[in-house]
């Protein structure tokens, strides 16, 4: 049997390398931690698609299409900056704190009982409209809203009639802004959110209602409003309003929503004629 000259591994060597790619993984690592939940995640899809399409109109030899995305890319990589400049501050912001190693403490995204998270949500807009109190509530789903959480109160609390109500009360420190909801629990309340520039929204509506629909036009949230002058609860779904939603076209509505994880609201949208008001 002939004999095999393995080879001699400097056991420095060895440490090292391993030491070098644990932390370069372990990097990795807390980056995509710190993108998830956020647009960027939505954005590197996009750059992913862009990839594959090089490649694929590269290997057809597709030259038009080719030097279209070659352009493109030029764009893109110039804009980088500029889309991930909030991830990148609240890594460099981490990083000064000493909190870019430390474990990730999100909070998970599938909701545990999504029938009384509705049943919960509709009691609590109904019991808001009733005594005409503001009320604004954003379901979180495939795009995440950090951005938008890190800007109310923190809060870990599960989505209750009593606790949403109790949080809109008027003149307490979270009746301004926005609850966030992720899964079935209530993560932030007074969070602050985009508002919409909509030039044909109506100038009867007024800034919970604008950033009801400024939220859903940056992401796929679900917004729900209560007006605090009139007491008409409001949908707010891919920068378009619904108004005048009873308790059961609500229900109705989040169930589609929640359950069936349905593409379009609810049909019900064209059965109310005139009160049905859009962007």
Partial sequence: MPFINWPQWDIVTVFT???DITIVAY???????LIKGTRAV????????????LNISDLLSLNT??????????????????????????ALEQLGRGQFFLPSTSVGLVADDAVRLIDELTKAMVACAKTKTGALVVLERETGL?????????L???????FLSNVFVVNTPLHDGAAIIRGNRVVAAACFLPLSDNPYISTSLGTRHRAAIGITEVSDAVALVVSEETGIISIARDGKLVRYLEEKHLRETLSDILL??????????????NKNEKK
């Fill in 156 to 162: 870990d609390a599960i989505v209750s009639e009593a």
């Fill in 27 to 33: 990097v990795i690592y807390r980056i995509l931690l």
């Fill in 42 to 53: 939505q954005l590197i899809k996009g750059i992913v698609v862009l990839l594959i399409a």
């Fill in 65 to 90: 299409i080719q030097w279209i995305l070659n352009q493109i890319w030029a764009v893109v990589f110039v804009a980088l900056a500029v889309i991930f400049q909030p991830e990148l501050r609240r």
């Fill in 17 to 19: 390398s391993l030491l």
């Fill in 260 to 273: 069936t994880k349905s593409d379009s609201i609810t049909p019900f949208w064209k059965k109310g004629g």
């Fill in 146 to 154: 950090n951005d938008y959480i890190e800007t109310g109160v923190q």
